[in-house]
């Protein structure tokens, strides 16, 4: 139990475009969903956390304008990369955490995104 | 703010080695703690976490952990390593106060010799 998907596994874009990837829970309720960005070699750097029914909320230093987070069910959250440009290029994770869970988090295997 | 550091970027061992990977946290109350392993190009699978009670915690894939609140730290452990042992290794802190997000420390890549 307690899967996560994202769609699609991998994309490329050319610059100026928007991508929007899917976080799906398959077999649970996930009243909130995360969003991480992974750069080569490195560690998971929180984007914004997004709760059903209502706006995410952004770390500091992450443009909401360009990361558009929208969680519209119990199951589905969308990160929607905004004109994208090569420095945008990265591995993008979600995780989903249980309806009344106790702070665990199901990850998803994630999106690589590449910019031209 | 919570915080976490893995000392060690990379370890190199031996396949039938022991393992032990480094995690200290930094944070005012009672954490949570978890282990996660990536390998290339994957998302993140869950080895074993720690909430309460025990503090020696078993996980899978033979892996367990030691939670030290008196040293801050939440190490990693495995007696005999496979050659499919390698990978990145994440500890992680979370807290119900802080929103159940998560931190990560910058990982650990192991490397397992034949």
């Known amino acids: 139990g307690a899967v996560v998907s994202q769609h699609p596994s991998r994309v490329i874009c050319k610059s100026g475009t928007s991508v929007k990837i899917e976080c799906r829970s398959l077999?649970?309720?996930?009243?909130?969903m995360f969003w991480y960005r992974q750069f080569p070699k490195k560690s998971l750097m929180l984007m914004a956390t997004?709760?059903?029914?209502?706006?995410?909320?952004?770390e500091q230093g992450v443009e909401k304008d360009k990361f558009l987070i929208n969680h519209a069910s119990l199951t589905l959250s969308t990160l929607t990369v905004t004109s994208a440009h090569p420095e945008d290029s990265s591995f993008y994770i979600c995780?989903?955490?249980?309806?009344?869970?106790?702070?665990?988090?199901?990850f998803g295997p994630g999106t690589r995104l590449t910019v031209l | 703010a919570q915080s976490v550091t893995q000392p060690d970027i990379h370890i190199t061992v031996s396949e039938g080695a022991s393992l032990e990977l480094r995690c200290n946290y930094s944070?005012?109350?009672?954490?949570?703690l978890f282990w996660y392993v990536q390998s290339p190009g994957q998302g993140l699978q869950l080895l074993l976490k720690?909430?309460?009670?025990?503090?020696l915690v078993q996980g899978i894939k033979g892996f367990e952990a030691e939670f030290k609140r008196s040293q801050s730290s939440f190490n990693l452990r495995k007696p005999s390593v496979h050659w499919s042992d390698a990978a990145e290794y994440f500890c992680?802190?979370?807290?119900?106060?802080?929103?159940?997000?998560?931190?990560f420390g910058g990982g650990t890549r192991v490397l397992v010799k034949p």
């Open positions: 077999d649970f309720q996930a009243t909130t």
């Open positions: 720690y909430f309460s009670g025990d503090t």
């Open positions: 992680a802190v979370g807290a119900q106060a802080a929103g159940n997000k998560l931190t």
């Open positions: 995780s989903a955490g249980l309806a009344g869970g106790l702070n665990e988090q199901f």
């Open positions: 997004s709760n059903e029914g209502s706006k995410a909320t952004y």
């Open positions: 944070y005012g109350a009672t954490p949570y």
